[in-house]
């Protein structure tokens, strides 16, 4: 692979930006379990070994369990997940999938159902900023080392 542009040193102030979407994910309400969720769906779907590794690690050290993260691709089959962890996987592969039609009217009302407003836009805001990272890393070719 050959070396690829360091967007963190060409431009550092738009990784200062996206380093403050991720302050701002943090700070927030949302759980680091729900969190981690969202990264590390949204990566196996794009793809992005980079993230994957990183936050499959973030996750295990935060507590989560291996056996979850082995079954994160085949949620819908599993009981291992709560209704509001299936809500936001539904959620994350519907939105990083945009172009199949993007967060349809049943998933967001099953949102609605579980979360409060500003929780729902913090998940669609997770979402977002994983989405970008993966594309930043996959066009960059970050890899794993």
Same mark, same amino acid.
């Given at each position: 692979?050959e ?9 550092? /102030?738009a %990784? ?5 979407? +991720?302050?701002? $994910?943090?700070?927030? @309400? ?9 990264k590390?769906?949204?990566?196996q ?5 980079f ?12 507590g989560?369990?291996?056996? /979850?993260? %082995? ?5 819908? +089959?599993?009981? $291992?997940f709560?209704? @509001? ?12 999938l ?24 913090q998940?669609?805001m997770?979402?977002v ?17």
């Amino acid at each position: 692979m050959e070396n690829r542009i360091d967007i963190e040193q060409v431009e550092p /102030r738009a %990784f200062k930006a996206m380093y403050g979407l +991720e302050d701002y $994910l943090q700070k927030s @309400a949302l759980s680091k379990v729900h969190l981690e969720l969202i990264k590390i769906r949204a990566s196996q779907i794009n793809g992005c070994a980079f993230c994957i590794n990183m936050h499959t690690s973030d996750a295990l050290q935060q507590g989560e369990s291996a056996r /979850r993260i %082995f079954l994160l691709n085949a949620w819908r +089959e599993t009981e $291992l997940f709560d209704e @509001a962890e299936k809500t936001i996987l539904a959620m994350t592969e519907e939105i990083t999938l945009i172009q199949q039609g993007g967060l349809s009217d049943q998933v967001y009302k099953e949102a609605k159902e579980v979360f409060e407003e500003n929780y729902i836009a913090q998940i669609i805001m997770a979402i977002v900023t994983i989405n970008a990272w993966n594309r930043i890393a996959i066009s960059t070719q970050r890899i794993v080392k």
